[in-house]
């Protein structure tokens, strides 16, 4: 017969699991993307937690129950935002590619579905495929079950944790800018060759001629510089696992 101490300290470990793995893999790249069933991430979390709680011996240091789940859901979010922080650098350059290449303008027409759509798009099946390539998203799995050894519950200081936040912020801007560099820079050279082609022959309406200049030379670039748009994001999802590492092993000492 199965003591209620027993029953109760494992159904206690099973919730605060199932706190912090919930909010972390619902933030997951691929695991955490739109396209997947909500039946699917409900049981996948469930099944990650029960197959956790006979294992992990959840350290608690904070007793007051709601304290405690403030704390773990800033965690979580945290984690996941670091998980993720990537391909929210892609978005970003998808977004400074579009505008730049004059695509912004569909959101002036079919405000709806709003800017680079399909460019977002493109970007982000690549920064995807470059993830799950890597064999990312195990890495991310087994950071997360190493948080549970290292990191005691309701444990988190707000200084360290705002710290690395920031950090991966900057980092995320300048991913950004590194994967729309190539566009940026040829839009810009593009510009100014209009600019000449203008001065030398004011006939020419260079407003007509420019759209789908920048269009044809925006996609040629991004076309060409694939691989480089692939190694840039390789080197940046391969830190994921030690920015996670860093933060959980800050906030555990």
């Not at 694939?226 to 696992?241: C, E, L, M, P, T």
């Amino acid at each position: 017969m199965i003591e209620t101490g027993f029953l109760s300290k494992y159904i206690f470990n099973f919730l605060l699991i199932l706190l912090r793995i919930s909010i972390f893999v619902g933030m997951l790249p691929f695991f955490g993307s739109k396209s997947f069933p909500v039946q699917f991430k409900v049981g996948l979390v469930l099944a990650f937690s029960a197959l956790l709680t006979p294992v992990v011996e959840p350290r608690v240091k904070e007793t007051y129950i709601p304290v405690l789940v403030a704390r773990e859901i800033v965690l979580g979010i945290a984690l996941g935002f670091i998980a993720r922080f990537v391909f929210f650098a892609v978005e970003i350059a998808a977004q400074l590619v579009s505008t730049t290449m004059g695509l912004g303008m569909a959101s002036v027409f079919d405000p709806e579905f709003g800017q680079s759509t399909e460019v977002a798009r493109l970007y982000g099946i690549i920064a995807m495929l470059t993830f799950l390539a890597m064999d990312a998203h195990h890495d991310l799995i087994k950071v997360f079950v190493k948080s549970y050894e290292w990191m005691p519950y309701g444990k988190m200081d707000l200084s360290v944790l705002m710290g690395q936040i920031l950090s991966v912020v900057v980092r995320m801007f300048v991913l950004a800018l590194k994967l729309s560099a190539p566009v940026l820079i040829m839009m810009l050279i593009t510009n100014l060759v209009l600019g000449f082609v203008y001065r030398a022959t004011p006939q020419i309406n260079v407003f007509f001629i420019s759209s789908p200049v920048f269009i044809l030379v925006g996609f040629l670039v991004m076309l060409f510089g694939i691989s480089v748009f692939i190694y840039v994001s390789g080197i940046y999802i391969g830190g994921i696992k030690d920015e996670l590492l860093k933060l959980i092993y800050l906030l555990g000492n």
